[in-house]
């Protein structure tokens, strides 16, 4: 029985790459160190795979920055822009894709499915002349050969990443891609003649984007361009891999019929209805490979029932032509649980990492095969057992104050128009008032005092005394700009969503837990493993603190429910929702505790609410059901007069823009400046927006200092199709990774805009 691993995190266990590359990019080191730290972490995988028995071992999933990126430089696809003239690609132009350099901007960045990994967006047009330009796939599969190890060579499929590119600029929105086959499929011939060549013997082709809501002419392509294939990929053994969700039956009608393929692997965690597509009907002599293990959490396989699942699938597919596998590439969970020594025992015990989850797909193999390691197995049904019965998990008050929200759908007794009239009375804000987003900048003392305090090197009374000069210099500051509604800048918290979980119950927290989010940047996501509930007040101390140091209105800064929840490894114990409604009520005590404090403005971001949306369009509805009714309950309970804020990162919103209406803050403000025009036309389009909402107007995540004119000229465009006492003037997002130098005159050059605005207003009337 074979045993397959789908992908594997190439950060490395310590993320080394994430070190190597940095000090690259810094000009620290060389091409050469950096290429010998990235040979070691594949080296170090292969053997590690190797020695664990898995018969398919993959290749070319390594990525100095991302897969998808390597398929454009294997292809040539590199824009003009970056003045590529043909050979080999190398590092300089790769990152320049990537990053940017000091005279073009990078290529765009999006989410790779519904995950929190980022992908580089191939920009193509009928223009691009597609050459063989990488040889990065046959030059690693040689590199494993000769460690001894054969692989299985991985290549974005060409359908997939057709449909993961947008059309360059200067080019047609409506550009039909897949036009774009015939130019690219002999590029791909060619890396296949060149693996066959090598000695591979087999060859995956990742087409994910199969479990998309696809049109009939998208699957058709895919049957074009496999016929198209068939010759060059005879004599390989070919496995088309998909993951991330069911196959719809069209789909899985198409993907089975496929010239030249040998095998199909399916995600059977995130889509167990495609179990029975299987079990309905099969091609004969085909080979099976089952996503059983999960590989985007971080919980230990269910041994017995992964088995009786494959056991099943035998039966259909026969014993010879099963192969367990892993549910997506391991790119999506943290690398080695060896490394956790700050965890304790209980809780280890539930848990796979990468490496750990490597060995529970041969373990599930030898099964099998009728070789079962009695003992794993019997430590894996004692770790799950565990689990269902510890106390830590179960929190009876919780259970039943969550059970008692069915029923109802938890909105403020008065609408918003009627809100914000209480409000402003109470407030007395001018028209188009500005604040920002929550947090200010993180300078190097600062980490360092909070470090030295974690480390209890510091007192908690010189930390309380160091955070509250912090606080005071952001306050005083944005009294000096002229600022109408007040942060206290956020200098206590790491993390957004680290910092509410290290004061509710129900978490837990890695050492080492990283996972690559895009490049080096990597994210450590908390651990949801119990039910979740509030111990005692979190924020209040340092809000009211704030606000006593001045008159204007101080805004309480937290993190929803949702994006909490989309920003951690979840429990699969239960439903998502489940354990969302239970993180509302948390936040919901704090809001309401916020509110006695005396703080009449209290935001609760949700960044990523769009983020968790599911792949499917027959599963949105649902999911955003239960998300805006999670965010509702978190403020149903407040007075009128106190003002809900909440921000959203820009994320196609526009499909999604009458659940953030029925979300029903007060005020929304939205990531926004890099995609201005798309936002706005949302409004053109007639929808009736009545609550606050602010549009961010210059983006924060470039260091360039936007001009009061620029300013302006934003807030008139908002101003044509949103009423002035509805509109807000604040940046993008929080200013944590900005310097004070960029800051200051930003935001003075924002307050300005604003007022230059007011008074035009004022004069016109």
């Known amino acids: 029985m074979a045993s397959h691993i789908v992908g594997y995190p190439r950060m490395g266990p310590k993320r080394e790459l994430k070190f190597a590359l940095e000090s690259f990019w810094d000009g620290k080191s060389t091409a050469e160190d950096l290429q010998k730290v990235s040979a070691d972490i594949r080296s170090g995988i292969w053997k590690q795979m190797s020695e664990a028995g898995t018969k398919y071992i993959p290749s070319n999933t390594f990525a100095h920055y991302d897969q998808v990126l390597d398929t454009t430089a294997m292809l040539g696809a590199v824009p003009p822009r970056y003045g590529y003239t043909g050979g080999e690609i190398g590092l300089d132009v790769y990152f320049s894709m990537a990053r940017g350099n000091a005279s073009v901007p990078a290529m765009e960045m999006t989410k790779w499915f519904d995950t929190n990994y980022h992908y580089i967006v191939p920009e193509l047009g009928p223009e691009v002349n597609f050459s063989y330009a990488s040889h990065k796939a046959v030059n690693e599969y040689k590199e494993a050969k000769a460690l001894g190890v054969d692989t299985v060579p991985v290549l974005v499929g060409p359908v997939s990443y057709l449909l993961l590119s947008k059309a360059a600029k200067g080019v047609e929105k409506s550009f039909d891609l ?229 029923g109802s759908d938890h909105r403020r007794a008065t609408n918003v128009s009627a809100r914000l009239d ?22 190097v003392e600062l980490r360092r005092v909070r470090r030295e305090y974690k480390a209890k090197k510091v007192s908690e009374e010189d930390y309380v005394k160091a955070m509250k000069e912090e606080i005071k210099k952001v306050v005083d500051l944005q009294e000096e700009l002229d600022i109408d509604v007040l942060v206290h800048g956020e200098p206590e918290r790491n993390d957004m969503v680290e910092y509410f979980g290290e004061q509710l119950s129900g978490f837990a927290f890695t050492a080492n837990g990283w996972v690559q989010s895009y490049g080096s940047r990597c994210v450590k996501p908390p651990v949801i493993f119990g039910d979740v509930s509030r111990p005692k007040a979190m924020t209040v101390f340092w809000s009211a603190m704030a606000q006593s140091m001045t008159s204007r209105p101080m805004k309480g800064m937290l993190t929803g429910p949702v994006t909490i929840l989309n920003w951690s490894f979840v429990r699969n114990d239960q439903p998502r929702h489940e354990t969302c409604y239970q993180i509302a009520l948390a936040i919901k ?169 007011r008074s035009q207003l004022a004069s016109a009337k």
């Open 178 to 406: 897949l036009s774009l086959l015939p130019k690219i499929l002999p590029v791909y011939k060619e890396v296949i003649t060149e693996l066959k060549a090598a000695g591979a013997t087999w060859i995956q082709l990742d087409e994910p984007v199969l479990v998309m809501d696809l049109e009939g002419h998208k699957l058709q392509a895919f049957t074009g361009a496999y016929a198209e294939l068939e010759s060059t990929l005879s004599g390989l053994n070919v496995l088309v891999e998909t993951y991330f969700a069911d196959i719809p039956a069209e789909a899985y009608k198409t993907l089975t019929s496929l010239k030249g393929v040998t095998a199909y692997g399916f995600d059977l965690v995130r889509g167990t209805k495609t179990l029975d597509l299987v079990k309905a009907g099969f091609p004969e002599g085909k080979y099976l490979f089952a996503g059983v293990v999960d590989g985007r959490n971080i919980w230990a396989n269910d041994f017995a029932a992964s088995l009786s699942t494959l056991e099943a699938l035998e039966g259909v597919v026969g014993k010879d032509k099963l192969v367990v596998s892993t549910s997506c590439s391991l790119l999506h969970t943290a690398v080695d649980l060896v490394n956790e020594t700050k965890l304790d025992d209980e809780i280890k015990s539930w848990m796979a990492f990468a490496a750990q989850k490597v060995v529970e797909v041969n373990a599930l193999a030898k099964a099998l095969a009728g070789n079962k390691d009695e003992a794993l197995f019997s430590a894996n049904a004692a770790a799950l057992a565990s689990r269902r019965s510890s106390p830590r998990v179960t929190n009876e008050g919780v259970q039943k104050a969550a059970a008692a929200l069915k």
């Open 422 to 443: 209480a409000q402003q009375k109470k407030l007395n804000l001018p028209i188009l008032p500005t604040t920002t987003i929550g947090s200010f900048p993180q300078t």
């Open 589 to 757: 005590d704090e809001v309401e505790d916020l509110e006695k404090g005396g703080i009449n403005v209290i935001q609760i971001d949700e960044a990523a609410l769009r983020e968790g949306l599911p792949l499917r369009k027959s599963e949105h509805a649902f999911y955003l059901d239960w998300a805006v009714h999670s965010f509702r309950i978190t403020n149903c309970g407040v007075q009128d007069t106190t003002q809900i804020h909440t921000h959203m990162c820009y994320s196609h919103f526009n499909d999604i823009i009458h659940s953030i209406i029925d979300m029903d803050a007060d005020v929304i403000t939205i990531e926004n400046s890099r995609s201005d025009e798309k936002l706005l036309s949302v409004f053109r389009e007639g929808v009736k927006y009545g609550a606050g909402i602010g549009p961010g107007v210059y983006d924060i995540h470039s260091p360039r200092i936007p001009s009061s004119e620029e300013i302006a000229d934003r807030v008139n465009k908002m101003l044509a199709v949103l009423e002035q006492n509805i509109l807000w003037v604040n940046p993008d997002c929080g200013l944590k990774t900005r310097k004070y130098t960029e800051v200051k005159p930003a935001l003075k050059n924002m307050v300005d805009a604003a007022k230059l605005i």
